[in-house]
């Protein structure tokens, strides 16, 4: 009996000790999980927030018959182009002429949708309108008349870019400005190609009295030799072609680092077509010569 009274003490004494050990190790278990969570909640480096953080919201896709057409923007050198490339075409081209800084191109407040007749404020450029001839690519008159509109803010740059080449003994000469609506409709009937011609579904720079079309005359009233004569929609045109001599290669750089200098930007394809920087500033009109005072 003394045997077994002895075992039965072991017995309860071992399973005593296997409780003591597992209610320390469930005990420093619970101690570790708290001590850990009060780190969590007092250490600024961990930052984890109060509350969950849920997934982002899918947005639904927009209804197209709700959407309007971005405004279009223009840029430093442009592409695509035509005589009137639309802004959305816009894209870099490479460098601008040398010795033109972008700080120094002037910022003219816009004045949206005033046209004025460039020899009202200067007399002194030479005024070619090919469209208000047969003298063109369509060889049909498209204008009724022959007459040069601007928007103030272009006209005005353009002016300031007339008075640098005076002063090397140079006048602009304008192939084209402001273009009516009806006339760009008659072009790109006769062109139907948007790398020289806009679609006039699309709009034009031209419309917007932002763009124009120029040469170079000397004291003479002659034509500085250039890679082109106007609306020549060959590579020859572009304004990185050189196959031509470097005395026309010079002239259109000169061209172009003017008028780059005075806020206008150039276009790939036709080394004579220059855009206001700012034309998205200004709205498409459609406004008829007969209708100008």
Not at 69 to 88: E, K, L, Q, R
Not at 185 to 204: H, I, T
Not at 266 to 271: L, M
Request: charged share 25%.
């Amino acid at each position: 009996m003394g045997a077994k009274r002895t075992s039965r003490i072991a017995r309860s004494r071992a399973l005593t000790v296997i409780l003591a050990v597992l209610l320390s190790v469930g005990l420093l278990g619970g101690c570790g999980v708290r001590n850990k969570g009060n780190e969590l909640a007092s250490n600024p480096e961990i930052g984890v927030p109060s509350t969950p953080v849920s997934s982002p919201a899918v947005l639904p896709a927009p209804d197209s018959s709700q959407t309007s057409p971005s405004t279009p923007v223009s840029s430093s050198v442009i592409s695509g182009t035509t005589p009137s490339a639309t802004p959305s075409q816009i894209e870099p081209a490479g460098p601008v002429p040398s010795g033109v800084s972008p700080g120094s191109r002037p910022e003219v407040a816009p004045d949206p949708g005033e046209l004025v007749e460039l020899t009202d404020l200067d007399d002194s450029f030479v005024i070619d309108m090919r469209y208000a001839t047969e003298d063109n690519f369509t060889g049909q008159k498209i204008y009724s008349q022959a007459r040069c509109f601007l928007v103030r803010g272009t006209a005005e740059k353009l002016i300031a870019a007339n008075r640098e080449f005076a002063q090397m003994g140079y006048r602009l000469k304008i192939w084209d400005a402001y273009r009516p609506p009806s006339a760009q409709r008659a072009l790109w009937e006769a062109v139907p190609d948007p790398n020289y011609v806009a679609n006039p579904e699309k709009g034009s720079i031209h419309t917007r009295g932002a763009a124009v079309d120029v040469t170079l005359v000397d004291a003479e009233g002659n034509e500085l030799p250039m890679p082109t004569g106007f609306d020549d929609f060959s590579e020859k045109a572009a304004i990185d072609y050189d196959g031509c001599t470097e005395e026309q290669a010079r002239n259109r750089e000169l061209l172009a680092e003017v008028m780059v200098r005075h806020g206008f930007d150039r276009v790939k394809t036709e080394w004579w077509h220059f855009v206001d920087s700012q034309a998205s500033s200004y709205p498409m009109l459609d406004i008829e010569f007969e209708d100008m005072e």
